[in-house]
């Protein structure tokens, strides 16, 4: 991996350096015993749809919350109704309606045509643009680019601009290898761990002008739908979007 300073990035090292403690393993297979009890559990189609609409429409108020939009979740059933929200709440409806429609592409590209495909550079570029489009000046980057300029987030410098396409592409390849992507069918607590180390990375990279946040829930999103039967798929984007902001400092201060 060819960079201009990686000396500078000692904790962006692609490999396993965390580990799950009793509490956490417990947790996470009780995670799993809910989801396969409500994944067995029959249920009419119409009680379905209402499940996978409440999982888009918490999803959304989580995601966009994260960049500071403060809209409510009636008014996110609102704008999946097709209604229109006040003048005053233009561009929060519209970076709420984004993701409505990256979650819908998703669940297209995944139950319908029965697409797959790990996350890389290029997936992450199109999820960045789908979350930007039409906010103009309220979203703060280029939609589907990559940053071009240094930034510090606090205390922390994010790495060179120049080297975030070779860190995007070095996390992508090791975690198809770390999780074994094609290789074995991964447990929900596997999936649920995969989501918040691509979610700690992508913001120790911080590859986007602004946090990338909703980018990175909407991959998140992707990523965990992708090893869930249908009738699953509603708790995987609603726990992969619920609360993804995940404090770097539990992989070590960088």
Known sequence: MKLSTYQEYPHLVFRKHWS????????????????????????LP????????????????????????????????????????PPSREYQEVEVKNILDSFNILLDELLEQEQEEFIN???LLRFHQMVGQNLGEHFSAVP???????????????????????????????????????????????????????????????????????ASAVVLADRDAQDFSITGLADALALATADTHVDARIFGKP
């Open 20 to 43: 799950i403690n009793e509490a956490s393993s417990r947790l996470l297979g009780q995670c799993e015993a809910y989801i396969e009890a409500i994944r067995q559990t029959p249920i």
């Open 46 to 85: 119409k009680d379905y749809q209402a499940l996978m609409t409440v999982s888009l429409i918490k999803g959304a108020q989580a995601t966009t919350a994260i960049e500071g939009n403060t809209l409510t979740e009636e008014e996110i059933r609102l704008i999946l109704d097709k209604q229109k929200l």
């Open 121 to 123: 550079p290029a997936l």
């Open 144 to 214: 589907g680019r990559f940053r071009d300029n240094d930034v510090t987030v606090g205390r922390y410098r994010c790495p060179d601009h120049r080297d975030v396409p070779t860190l995007v592409d070095a996390l992508s390849r090791w975690l198809k290898e770390e999780f074994q992507y094609g290789v074995s069918t991964q447990s929900i607590g596997e999936v649920l761990i995969q989501a918040i180390v691509t979610h700690v990375y992508i913001e120790w990279i911080h590859p986007f002008g602004d946090d990338g946040a909703s």
